[in-house]
C-alpha cells in the first residue's frame, strides 16, 4: 500500500482530471508562481516546468505541461520508520538467532 500526500500553503490548487486538465478558480489578480507536482517525476524536472504566471480579471489559459518520466529512479523502499530493512540472512533457520 502507498500513498502520496502532498501540502500546499494555499488555496489555489488543482487536481488534473482523467485528460489532463486542471482549472483553478478564483484566484485575485497577480503574479504567481506555477508549481507542478507528479509523483513519478524527479525533483530537477518538476522545477523545470515551473513557471511565472500573471492573472488578470479574465480567465487564462496555459498552454500545455509536459511531465517527462526519463530519468526516473524509485526511491528505495523504507519502513514505517523511514529506515532501511535490515539484511536478510537466508543461509540460517528463521527460528534460530545468530
Same mark, same amino acid.
Given at each position: 500500500m502507498s500513498a502520496v500526500i502532498v501540502v500546499v500553503d494555499t488555496p489555489w490548487f488543482a487536481v488534473s482530471d482523467r485528460q489532463g486538465a486542471i482549472r483553478i478558480? $478564483?484566484?485575485?489578480? $497577480?503574479?504567481?508562481?506555477?508549481?507542478v507536482f507528479y509523483e513519478r517525476a524527479l525533483a530537477n524536472v518538476l522545477d523545470a516546468i515551473g513557471r511565472a504566471v500573471t492573472v488578470g480579471s479574465e480567465d487564462l489559459a496555459l498552454p500545455p505541461i509536459a511531465i517527462s518520466e526519463a530519468g526516473y529512479l524509485a526511491p528505495p523502499h523504507k519502513n514505517k520508520y523511514g529506515k532501511n530493512y535490515p539484511p536478510v540472512i537466508v543461509d540460517q533457520y528463521p527460528g534460530r538467532k545468530p
Open positions: 478558480e $478564483g484566484v485575485p489578480p $497577480g503574479e504567481y508562481r506555477l508549481h
